[in-house]
C-alpha cells in the first residue's frame, strides 16, 4: 500500500518564478492538506482539499493556491516567489469521508519537497 | 484552537525512559490530543492520540490528567533511533481539521 507521495524531492527557484509542487494521498484517503516547514519550526498549515474544493486555508496570502483532481491528487502553486517561500513543504492525507464523529482523523505526511529560492 | 506548550529539548541515554509533558491550558471539550514524531528532512508521524486517562500502543504511552489541561507522552526504553522532533497538537474533533504545530520538543538520545 503506497503512502503519501510527493514530487519533486528537491526544486531550486529563482525570485519571482512560479512552482507547482504535486501529490498524491495514500490509497483510501479523499482529502489533502498542504503545510509549509520553515527550518527549525514546526509545519504550518496552508490549505486543504476535499471534493476538488478548498476547504479551509491558513494564513497564506493569494499567491498559495491550489488544485485537487478526480482522483484525489493535488497540486500546490506558488506564484512570485520570494526568498521567504524557500522550505519544506509536505502534503498530508486524510479520510475525511469515512464521517466518524468526534474523532480526530490522524493524517498521513510525505517526505516533502524541499524549496530553495534564490 | 487550543494553544500548546512543550520543552525545547530534552536530552536522554539510550535504554531510558523519556516523559515529554505539553500544557495545552485552554483546551475545548471536542479536542483530542495527538503527539507526531518528526525526524530531519522527513514527514511527521502519527505516534498517538488520546482524549483521557490513557492511552498504549506499540510506540508509546499517552497520559491525560482529569482535567486534561496537559499531557504527558512516555517513550520506553528510547534507542538512537527516537532522536527526533516530538510534536504535541490539540485538534478539534469530527473533521480532517488543520494541524496545528508548535516548534516541538527536540529529543536528543545518546548511548
Known amino acids: 500500500d503506497a503512502g503519501v507521495t510527493q514530487s519533486p524531492t528537491h526544486l531550486i527557484k529563482t525570485r519571482g518564478q512560479q512552482v507547482t509542487l504535486r501529490c498524491s494521498p495514500k490509497?483510501?484517503?479523499?482529502?489533502v492538506s498542504w503545510y509549509q516547514q520553515a527550518l527549525g519550526q514546526g509545519p504550518q498549515f496552508i490549505f486543504q482539499y476535499y471534493e476538488e474544493e478548498e476547504r479551509q486555508r491558513g494564513n497564506f496570502p493569494d499567491r498559495f493556491s491550489g488544485h485537487q483532481f478526480p482522483n484525489y491528487s493535488s497540486e500546490l502553486n506558488v506564484n512570485a516567489l520570494l526568498l521567504g517561500d524557500s522550505a519544506l513543504y509536505l502534503c498530508?492525507?486524510?479520510?475525511?469521508?469515512?464521517?466518524?464523529?468526534?474523532?480526530?482523523?490522524?493524517?498521513?505526511f510525505g517526505p516533502g519537497t524541499r524549496l530553495t529560492v534564490t | 484552537l487550543a494553544k500548546t506548550t512543550q520543552p525545547i529539548s530534552m536530552d536522554s541515554y539510550e535504554g531510558q525512559e523519556v516523559n515529554i509533558t505539553c500544557s495545552h491550558n485552554n483546551i475545548a471539550t471536542n479536542d483530542y490530543i495527538t503527539w507526531y514524531q518528526q525526524f530531519p528532512s522527513q514527514g511527521p508521524r502519527f505516534i498517538i492520540q488520546g482524549y483521557k486517562t490513557k492511552v498504549t500502543n506499540e510506540v508509546a504511552s499517552l497520559f491525560i490528567p482529569a482535567d486534561r489541561k496537559s499531557s504527558t507522552l512516555s517513550l520506553p526504553r528510547v534507542s538512537l533511533s527516537d532522536t527526533a522532533v516530538y510534536y504535541c497538537l490539540v485538534g478539534e474533533s469530527g473533521t480532517a481539521s488543520k494541524l496545528t504545530f508548535g516548534t516541538g520538543t527536540r529529543l536528543q538520545v545518546t548511548l
Open positions: 490509497s483510501g484517503h479523499d482529502t
Open positions: 498530508a492525507s486524510s479520510p475525511l469521508g469515512q464521517g466518524i464523529p468526534f474523532s480526530y482523523y490522524e493524517q498521513y
